[in-house]
Every structure is written in C-alpha cells, then in structure tokens.
C-alpha cells in the first residue's frame, strides 16, 4: 500500500488535524478505541493509507502530533478521539514560541526536531511504500509557522523523492490574534516555495466569509472553521483513501492539479 505519514503542528495545527481524523475515522467506520464498525468493504480497501493495524484489529492513525507547548495535546488527548492516537506519536515541548517564527524556526523549535524526526523515522520504516508526508499548521503563529517549515525542510533533507504535502492555514487581519502573524507568513512561504511539493492554502478570512454568508452564523467560532477545513481535507484526500481512476496517491494528485 502506498502510505501517508500525518503531521501537525502547533495548536492550530493540531486541533485542524484532530477534526480532520474525527472526520476520516466517521468515513472509514473506525470508532472512538480504533476499532473498525463500519458495514462496506470499501472502507478498509484503502485503509492502510492513513491506518497501521495494530494487535487486535486495531487501526491507529499513521500521525506525529508536535507542538512546543503541552496544552494543546493535553485537549487533543482528552477530546472524543484522543485514545486513538499513538501515546509514543505526541511530541511537545514546555516552553512555546510566543507566536515568534525564529523561535519555532531556530531555537526552541530546533530543540525539539531531532525528538520529532526519531517518530517520524519510525512511522517511515513502519511502511510498506511511503509515498510522502502531509503536513496541517498554520502560518500565523510560532510553532506551526517556524517548527512547521523546520519539520518540512529536514523531512525534504531526508527523505527527497517523498511527496511532501502542506495543509496551511493563512492569518487575515480580520482574523488577527497577533500584530506579527503577516511576519510569520512571509517568512514561512519562502520556506514552502523551496521545500514542498503541494500546498493547499486555508484562508482564515474565506472561512469566515462562507461561514456568514453560506450557513448563516453570526458568530463563528474557530470550532467552525476547522469543521469546514475539515470538510476541505476530506474531500481532497478521499480519492487518496477510496479507490478510484484519478489521482490515486499524492504524485499524481499534484500533477493534475
């Protein structure tokens, strides 16, 4: 099976990538412990894309979760699909990086990194026939900015002809939790531009705009938001999890894009 290895980082990161799996275990039948409840054969054909069958049939989500704070994973692991993910898979540090992308990038970031490519090395070997990387983070804050870029340039060093595939949520104004998000994007797209393969870009101002004008809320909140990001990654991956003709892994995905 051609596999995907799953990585998010920084809270935006994280809680983007925990609905993704809560949306992705509903469409493959996995529940709450991992284990499969669902009724079709498709679901499982592909299963082993995103899953490792561990003992006793259970599927466990191929994702690194990877922040320089503990708050986040201490939410993630105590919402409805925390169980689920590999308690080995959470890599965190203590101290943050007060929304600065040098210190994602350089110091407290490049602290954690060699921590975080030791779990992804493994989930790699774990595979039958990797086909690359996907990545959810935002581009607005430290973490998921700088120790995001860092994590896509050493997996780039390390693993050149993999597929490296970006899920990255852009900071609006409108949208604006810090005076220095619009530092933290330049500075992170340079490192895209050289280091990733395909980069689907979340806008936080575009979300906002459906959530009012499509499904009518007055007051979105980023619950909101990351159920249509959700929705998003959903539908761009399925034809990578169900079988099908066209763009049957991410290679090919990217050149009919």
Request: aromatic share 8%.
């Amino acid at each position: 099976m051609r596999e995907i290895v799953h990585l998010q980082a920084g809270q935006c990161g994280n809680q983007v990538g925990s609905k993704f799996w809560e949306v992705i275990c509903d469409e493959h039948g996995v529940d709450m412990k991992g284990n499969y409840t669902g009724d079709d054969d498709l679901q499982l054909e592909r299963i082993n894309v995103y899953y490792n069958e561990a003992s006793g049939g259970r599927y466990v989500p191929r994702a690194i979760l990877v922040d320089l704070e503990p708050g986040t994973m201490d939410s993630v692991r105590a919402g409805p699909y925390g169980k689920i993910f590999r308690p080995d898979n959470f890599v965190f540090g203590q101290s943050g990086a007060g929304n600065n992308w040098a210190k994602g990038h350089y110091t407290e970031g490049a602290e954690l990194i060699d921590s975080v490519l030791d779990v992804v090395r493994k989930e790699a070997e774990g595979c039958d026939c990797l086909q690359g990387f996907q990545l959810t983070h935002s581009l607005g804050g430290g973490t998921g900015s700088g120790m995001g870029t860092l994590l896509v340039s050493k997996i780039r060093e390390e693993y050149p002809d993999r597929m490296m595939c970006t899920f990255s949520v852009f900071p609006s104004p409108k949208v604006s939790d810090t005076v220095v998000e619009p530092y933290n994007a330049v500075l992170s797209f340079h490192q895209l531009v050289e280091n990733a393969d395909e980069c689907f870009g979340l806008d936080n101002e575009a979300l906002y705009d459906i959530c009012f004008r499509t499904l009518k809320l007055s007051t979105p909140t980023y619950g909101d938001l990351n159920h249509l990001v959700s929705a998003a990654m959903s539908g761009v991956t399925c034809c990578l999890r169900f079988p099908g003709q066209l763009n049957a892994d991410l290679r090919k995905l990217a050149v009919n894009l």
